[in-house]
C-alpha cells in the first residue's frame, strides 16, 4: 500500500540554522499538509498546499517558515532561522482530491539546541 | 485559531472494558475525524463523520457527529490491548485540519 515518506527520520541543529523537511506525499495525492506536535501536546496544523500553491496557512506559519514542491514527488518544509520552541514532530500529510483521509508520513523529529 | 477540547485528557481502564470520549468546540465544523496515534508515528484516520447527526462504526469504534455541529464523540467497545495509545479527534473547515488536545488510553491486561 501506498505510503507517505519522510526524510530524516530525526534532525538536530542548532538555533539560527535553517533546516529542510522533506516528504514524498503518495503519488495520486493532490493536497498536501505539514503539521507540528510539540512532544505531548497536540498535533496543530501549519499550512495546506495544492495546485502548487499554499491553500491555507495558520498563525504558527510565520515568514520563517516556507514550503516547496521541487519537482513532481516532493514537498518541503523550510524553517529558515530556527528557534528553540521549533523542537516538534513535523508530520506531513496528503489527501486524494475528494476525499477527507488523510493519510500521514512517520514524522521528522525536530531538535533545536 | 480553532480550540478543540478532548475529555478526558487519559483513562486507565481494564481490557474488555467500555471506552467513551468526547470532543468539544466553539466552532461549528463541517466534517469531524477521529485519529488514533501510536508513540512515534503519525496520527491513523479511524472514523470520519459528515453530517450532523451522523452515527458511524467501524468495528469496535463507534462515533457520532453532534447536532449543534460543534461536538463529536467516540465509543470503543470491549478494549484490547492493543487499543493503547492517544485519540485525537479533529474539524475540518475548508482545507483546515483542526485537532483535539488528545485522549491518552491505557488498557490495562
Known amino acids: 500500500e501506498p505510503e507517505v515518506t519522510q526524510t530524516p527520520s530525526h534532525q538536530v541543529t542548532q538555533m539560527g540554522q535553517e533546516v529542510i523537511l522533506r516528504c514524498v506525499p503518495i503519488?495520486?495525492?493532490?493536497?498536501f499538509y505539514w503539521y507540528r506536535q510539540i512532544l505531548g501536546q497536540k498535533v496543530e496544523f501549519l499550512v495546506s498546499?495544492?495546485?502548487?500553491?499554499?491553500?491555507?496557512k495558520s498563525e504558527i506559519f510565520d515568514d520563517q517558515f516556507s514550503v516547496e514542491r521541487p519537482d513532481g514527488s516532493n514537498f518541503t518544509l523550510k524553517i529558515r532561522s530556527t528557534k528553540l520552541e521549533d523542537s516538534a514532530m513535523y508530520f506531513c500529510?496528503?489527501?486524494?482530491?475528494?476525499?477527507?483521509?488523510?493519510?500521514f508520513g512517520p514524522g521528522t523529529r525536530l531538535l533545536v539546541l | 485559531g480553532q480550540q478543540l477540547n478532548q475529555s478526558p485528557q487519559s483513562m486507565f481502564i481494564q481490557e474488555g472494558e467500555d471506552v467513551s470520549m468526547n470532543c468539544t468546540s466553539s466552532?461549528?465544523?463541517?466534517?469531524w475525524l477521529w485519529y488514533k496515534q501510536d508513540p512515534g508515528e503519525g496520527p491513523v484516520l479511524l472514523i470520519a463523520?459528515?453530517?450532523?447527526?451522523e452515527l458511524t462504526s467501524n468495528g469496535r469504534l463507534t462515533a457520532q457527529f453532534g447536532i449543534t455541529r460543534k461536538d463529536s464523540f467516540l465509543n470503543i467497545s470491549a478494549s484490547i490491548p492493543s487499543d493503547v495509545g492517544i485519540y485525537f479527534c479533529?474539524?475540518?473547515?475548508?482545507?483546515?485540519?483542526?485537532f483535539g488536545t488528545g485522549t491518552s488510553l491505557t488498557v490495562i491486561p
Open positions: 463523520l459528515y453530517k450532523a447527526g
Open positions: 479533529a474539524g475540518r473547515t475548508g482545507n483546515q485540519f483542526y
Open positions: 466552532s461549528i465544523f463541517n466534517t
Open positions: 500529510a496528503s489527501i486524494r482530491q475528494g476525499e477527507v483521509t488523510q493519510y
Open positions: 503519488s495520486n495525492h493532490l493536497y
Open positions: 498546499f495544492y495546485n502548487n500553491e499554499i491553500s491555507e
